[in-house]
């Protein structure tokens, strides 16, 4: 079956960088997109950036000029690039095949398992 699989958290001190990967395996969905969202203890799921399959991004205010989305069609992978990392960017990251960053809209077997992110001061 068609899956989600993302890698490369970790825990940095802030200022660091880390990248994350989303790999889908098994199929393919029928959106072409993926988003990128983080939830971190005791919040809502945020979204974080945006992909579409024509290339176009788009972040969230809080993570704009510091975060990159980016994808490898012929890897079926999406990364995000995350520089100048802070102490509240802690939190589980999570892939979607999505075309928006409203984690409601998301189904439920479109999500990847997460990867943590624990960012130090």
């Known amino acids: 079956q068609v899956q989600l699989v993302e890698s490369g958290g970790g825990s940095v001190q802030a200022g660091g960088s880390l990248r994350l990967s989303c790999a889908t395996s098994?199929?393919?969905?029928?959106?072409?997109?993926r988003g990128w969202f983080r939830q971190a203890p005791g919040k809502e799921r945020e979204g974080v950036a945006l992909?579409?399959?024509?290339?176009?991004?788009y972040y969230a205010d809080s993570v704009k000029g510091r975060f990159t989305i980016s994808q490898d069609n012929a890897k079926n992978t999406v990364y995000l690039q995350m520089n100048s990392l802070k102490p509240e960017d802690s939190a589980m990251y999570y892939c979607?095949?999505?075309?928006?960053?409203?984690?409601?809209?998301?189904?439920?077997?479109?999500w990847g398992q997460g990867t943590q992110v624990t960012v130090s001061s």
């Open positions: 098994g199929g393919t969905y029928s959106v072409n997109c």
């Open positions: 979607a095949a999505v075309c928006s960053l409203r984690p409601g809209l998301v189904p439920t077997n479109y």
């Open positions: 992909i579409y399959s024509g290339g176009g991004t």
